[in-house]
């Protein structure tokens, strides 16, 4: 689909232009104003409108990271249609390195929000409100939360055929069929009729290179397929990340029968066969160690990188529909 509307937060964007904005929505405390950044750049032609966000959990830094070298490469220059950036979409919670908004809500489970909600429900108002509908696609980023490294996987809903055919196309290692989650930004993207590609990779506070460069030639792959700039000579620098993405119908989470100390001994992306062993978990005084063992043959698409865990904490997350 071909946007035609090129007004961003009540500027307007000429072609071949670019200009920073601001999402200007909420003060502190102390009355500091907190400011989005959002950074837009059109084309000389028209085209697409590409949104891409990170930091939506404000911990999650590899995803602000990908966009901060999408940006910093000005990879974000199109010669067709639009990309909009959002490197880091909560501010807040990205200042005090946390997931949720002051206000203790996860701005991943308000949308599409409420002009007089809370702080997390405006602010995700004026998203839905001011920015989704000038957009045509989405590439949503986000890691693991609290210690659960993922595998680069791409989330899509179980019949969206259209978002399937993108993911495939973005090329991370493996492409996750999921329900979408109820007040999402994805799925309220997807009831306004936008093409969203969620990306999982890595674990929150922390920044993976691997993971990055994932994230970014999967942008850089996606553009170049919508039509909106050539990337061979950009993309020539990444070769040996390319894969067949593995389709992932099924997955289940193993969780922890002890509690104790945490000892993984398979990685993400590991193929595993049932009954293989997956690590162990022993208790700090020596008494005891016990095995972890695959109830499934799959492929392990997370796991939990605490050193200490609980009972019934989830430590990996098996993919094992897979195709």
């Known amino acids: 689909m071909i946007n035609k509307k090129?007004?961003?937060?009540?500027?307007?964007?000429?072609?071949?232009?670019?200009?920073?904005?601001?999402?200007?929505?909420?003060k502190l405390h102390t009355r500091t104003k907190i400011e989005v950044p959002v950074i837009v750049q059109?084309?000389?032609?028209?085209?697409p409108t590409l949104l891409i966000t990170g930091g939506i959990h404000g911990n999650e830094i590899n995803g602000v990271e990908i966009v901060r070298q999408l940006v910093s490469n000005k990879y974000n220059m199109p010669e067709c249609g639009m990309v909009i950036c959002i490197p880091v979409v909560n501010i807040f919670g990205f200042l005090n390195?946390?997931?949720?908004?002051?206000?203790?809500?996860d701005l991943n489970r308000v949308f599409p929000g409420s002009l007089r909600g809370s702080l997390a429900s405006r602010f995700a108002y004026h998203l839905v409100k001011d920015?989704?509908?000038?957009?045509?696609?989405?590439?949503?980023?986000?890691?693991?939360?609290?210690?659960?490294?993922?595998?680069?996987q791409i989330r899509i809903d179980k019949d969206d055929a259209d978002g399937l055919a993108l993911a495939k196309i973005f090329g991370a290692e493996f492409i996750v069929k999921s329900a979408g989650r109820e007040k999402s930004f994805r799925e309220t993207l997807h009831k306004l009729d936008k093409k969203v590609l969620l990306y999982e990779g890595g674990k929150s506070l922390h920044i993976d290179k691997e993971i990055t460069d994932t994230g970014v030639v999967g942008a850089l792959r996606m553009m170049q397929h919508l039509g909106m700039r050539n990337f061979e000579k950009e993309l020539a620098q990444y070769l040996t990340l390319e894969t067949t993405p593995k389709l992932v119908h099924a997955s289940k989470w193993s969780r922890a029968k002890h509690s104790g100390m945490f000892h993984p001994t398979v990685h993400v992306g590991q193929k595993i066969k049932k009954g293989g062993k997956l690590g162990s978990i022993s208790g700090p005084f020596g008494y005891f160690e016990k095995k972890i063992l695959a109830k499934n043959s799959g492929y392990i698409?997370?796991?939990?990188q605490s050193p200490i865990v609980n009972q019934g904490d989830a430590i990996f997350h098996i993919a094992y529909d897979v195709e």
């Open 131 to 152: 920015i989704a509908p000038v957009i045509d696609y989405c590439i949503d980023y986000h890691t693991g939360g609290d210690s659960r490294f993922n595998a680069p």
């Open 42 to 47: 059109r084309g000389k032609k028209d085209g």
């Open 97 to 105: 390195q946390t997931r949720q908004f002051p206000d203790g809500r």
């Open 6 to 26: 090129y007004t961003v937060l009540g500027e307007t964007i000429k072609k071949g232009k670019g200009a920073q904005l601001n999402l200007d929505i909420a």
């Open 301 to 304: 698409i997370c796991i939990n």
